[in-house]
């Protein structure tokens, strides 16, 4: 094969890979739009509304006969969602691994979830058992997604591309989100004008998200493709059987374990943050929706920032450091937060700055660091553990922002707690000597890491 022929062929596969990468970016300008807009914003405060109209004199609701506070009802659902995710998230991965058949197995996730959050616009009235049942399948179905999507970073991208492609990625998100919100803040400020109630622009804006997720899904299902394995008999019984091995071999990887444990722990605080926000400032703060968009607006836009410049400032410094820094950050800007005044939009947006310009970078190179730590060949199974850390066992952080607020009464409690999975997520990660973790699976180890 001559030179020329060579080069060619390096650059057609350069030219394909940069294609699927850009249709790989697609998802989370999909997805990230029911985080933002439904998960963030607007869910929780109108859910906790929803559960109010519904509760008792002493203001309880009661779920399956359990006396639950109406103001801990949001909490709870997410706890519950990603209690269900555990449960899904490891079948699919190792399903995935088994069968090379990603694509449809992330087509009926996020076409699920996308109906779930479509279907909230029918949530009104005192409906909150339907809010929490969609709320609990949007959820689970994200994470269950959000498995495959991740497990294609390491085979779509080279060891010293990573950080970059993932940090592009989240930026991605960040701006389909920003973009939304525009909007939502645009129907919901002036949803007179265009002839609907509150409630209603309520109801539209979250059924959108839907919609988006629904729609921007057909560009990655179209660019990205299915690596055929050696096996392709993929039954559920395969499956279970599959990840009991990825257990046993997790085993035999103990500072991938590591990276995890410190990852499940300080991300635990950061989905917390990202889902309780609204509620903390609606509730405690006393401000009012249109307050909390601009804010969340602008943690999207400093998001995207963010994103880019920590994926620029681990290139000079390495993904570990970086991430150490930005938990430091989280854990200052957090307590910050519980001294915030009420009726002070100001100090508000100032810590809505604060989480946005470190928010994507710290998941995004979280995301990059642990696909150097994946054995080849295991991505998905492997990427199932981590979104059970990402998603799937974020759910002692908002059970404890729920119970201390059903205990106290006092979201700016319950906000202070959550200090601690920074404090402890810091020093466990510092503990990972992450350049021996790749080496153990078999990886090369980049220049900085």
């Known amino acids: 094969m001559g030179t020329d022929t060579v080069r ?48 008792d004199a002493e203001g309880f609701v009661h779920p399956l006969g359990i006396p639950l506070r109406a103001g801990s009802f949001f909490a709870y659902c997410v706890s519950a969602s990603v209690i269900l995710s555990i449960f899904v998230m490891p079948l699919a991965g190792a399903a995935a691994d088994r069968t090379g058949r990603k694509k449809p197995l992330l087509a009926v996730a996020a076409y699920l979830g996308a109906a779930a959050t479509a279907g909230m616009f029918f949530l009104g009235g005192d409906r909150y058992l339907l809010g929490g049942l969609l709320l609990i399948v949007a959820n689970a179905s994200l994470a269950v997604s959000m498995v495959l999507y991740n497990s294609y970073l390491p085979q779509i991208a080279p060891p010293e591309e990573r950080d ?91 500072l991938t374990l590591a990276f995890l444990l410190a990852y499940l722990v300080y991300n635990d605080g950061i989905q917390t943050v990202i889902s309780q926000a609204s509620v903390y400032g609606s509730e405690e703060l006393g401000l009012d929706q249109s307050t909390l ?111 201390t607020y059903q205990l106290t009464g006092s979201y700016r409690d319950a906000i202070i707690s959550l200090v601690a999975f920074f404090v402890l997520g810091f020093v466990l990660l510092a503990r990972v000597p992450v350049r021996q973790a790749v080496r153990d699976a078999g990886n090369p180890v980049p220049d900085r890491i």
């Open 8 to 55: 060619e062929q390096a650059a057609d596969e350069a030219a394909e890979r940069r294609r699927e990468q850009r249709g790989w970016y697609f998802y989370d300008w999909a997805c990230s739009v029911y985080s933002t807009s439904v998960l963030t914003v607007f869910l929780g405060p109108y859910l906790t509304s929803v559960a109010k109209a519904a509760a």
């Open 164 to 254: 970059a492609v993932s940090s592009r990625g989240w930026a991605f998100g960040y701006a389909a989100g920003a973009l939304v919100l525009v909007a939502n803040l645009i129907l919901y400020t002036a949803h007179d004008t265009f002839g609907v109630s509150e409630a209603t622009a309520v109801r539209i804006c979250l059924a959108s998200a839907g919609i988006w997720w629904g729609a921007f899904t057909l560009i990655p299902l179209k660019r990205l493709r299915d690596r055929r394995t050696a096996t392709s008999s993929g039954t559920s019984a395969h499956g279970w059987r599959q990840l009991a091995a990825t257990v046993r071999d997790m085993r035999r990887q103990p």
């Open 293 to 403: 968009i601009v804010a969340v607006l602008l943690v999207q836009l400093l998001a995207v920032a963010g994103a880019l410049g920590m994926g620029r400032l681990a290139r000079t410094y390495g993904a570990k450091r970086t991430i150490l820094g930005s938990l430091v950050a989280w854990t200052v800007t957090l307590g910050a937060g519980y001294f915030l005044p009420a009726d002070a939009p100001v100090w508000f947006f100032v810590l809505a700055a604060g989480i946005g310009l470190v928010l994507g970078g710290s998941q995004a190179l979280s995301r990059s660091l642990f696909s150097h730590l994946v054995p080849p060949g295991k991505e998905a199974e492997y990427f199932s553990a981590y979104e059970m850390s990402d998603r799937g066992m974020s759910w002692l952080g908002p059970l404890l922002f729920g119970l």
